[in-house]
């Protein structure tokens, strides 16, 4: 089993920046994929973020040059860098993990973090 506890949401102004954490516990040594989903209200939860035990990244264009995924395997984090947020990209994020490669790890899931962007 693998644990995951995002953070580090919040409310900021459009343009502005804000990094999200996932803390990772138990196997994860198994996991081989990891990435963010986010999921605003009334729409379906959607991947932001990829990233694969090599390093290799996978983005959506809508947040390509805007979001950057990236892991610190001494710490067992993921973090998101999200930048030049725009109001469409408030929605709940949340931190996904999974045993297989794959673009999109949905094994294990966090409970999510809320991230707001005002106009």
């Known amino acids: 089993q693998v644990q995951l506890v995002e953070s580090g949401g919040g409310l900021v102004q459009a343009g502005g920046s804000l990094r999200l954490s996932c803390a990772a516990s138990?196997?994860?040594?198994?996991?081989?994929?990891m990435g963010w989903y986010r999921q605003a209200p009334g729409k379906q939860r959607e991947l932001v973020a990829g990233i694969l035990r090599g390093g290799s990244t996978t983005y959506p264009d809508f947040v390509k040059g805007r979001f950057t995924i990236s892991r610190d395997n001494t710490k067992n984090t993921l973090y998101l860098q999200m930048n030049n947020l725009k109001p469409e990209d408030t929605a709940v994020y949340y931190c996904a993990a999974d045993r297989t490669f794959t673009r999109y790890p949905q094994e294990y899931w966090g409970k999510g973090t809320l991230v707001t962007v005002s106009s």
């Open positions: 138990g196997s994860i040594f198994s996991t081989n994929s």
